[in-house]
């Protein structure tokens, strides 16, 4: 017998099994295939179909989304009613605001017109003053002042200039006398004032 006819066997060890792969078929595309893994060859869908969830699952995980449904509307809401009691605060603030500063400005006119008045009665004295010194020549029938601008926009946010004319003589609308300048601040009712 030669070495080349002599056919060699060789033989599992005793008491082990062959380690081969179950055949499975494919319950979408139905191809049989030898494999141990979790997904078909050919198509790669899973062997097994996966777990549905037990009714009282589902109804657990619908509670819970629900639970979170109403918990972001319930916050959107609370956000939102906080806002407009916000938004509304800074309304009555503002509001309020412009109110203190119409009362302001409607006082700081107030003030002008009783401090116009008491400066022209105060130029009128002075100037008769004057005219009984001499200095002036008289009669001195009263005086008028009249703001030079604006008297919103006069020298300072509350101080007005003033041209003032001591009136000596009346003819229709025309005003003859001596002139005079002023200056009145709103804000504290104080004037100043001097001749040409």
Do not use: W
Not at 118 to 133: N, T, Y
């Amino acid at each position: 017998m030669k070495a080349d006819d002599i056919e060699t066997q060789e033989s599992a060890p005793a008491g082990a099994t062959e380690n081969r792969a179950p055949s499975r078929a494919c319950p979408h595309c139905s191809g049989q295939s030898q494999t141990a893994g979790g997904y078909c060859p050919h198509c790669g869908h899973p062997f097994v179909a996966p777990r549905r969830l037990s009714t009282r699952a589902r109804r657990g995980l619908y509670a819970a989304v629900a639970l979170l449904i109403l918990a972001a509307t319930g916050t959107a809401v609370i956000l939102k009613i906080n806002h407009d009691r916000d938004v509304k605060r800074q309304h009555k603030t503002a509001a309020s605001q412009l109110l203190g500063h119409r009362e302001q400005v409607e006082e700081e006119a107030r003030n002008r017109e009783v401090s116009e008045a008491q400066l022209e009665r105060s130029i009128a004295g002075d100037a008769r003053k004057l005219a009984r010194a001499g200095v002036l020549e008289g009669p001195i029938l009263g005086a008028t002042c009249t703001p030079m601008s604006d008297p919103r926009a006069g020298l300072g946010p509350s101080t007005t200039s003033y041209n003032c004319i001591v009136i000596k003589r009346r003819r229709g609308r025309t005003i003859e006398g001596a002139r005079f300048f002023a200056s009145i601040d709103a804000r504290t009712g104080h004037f100043t004032f001097g001749g040409d």
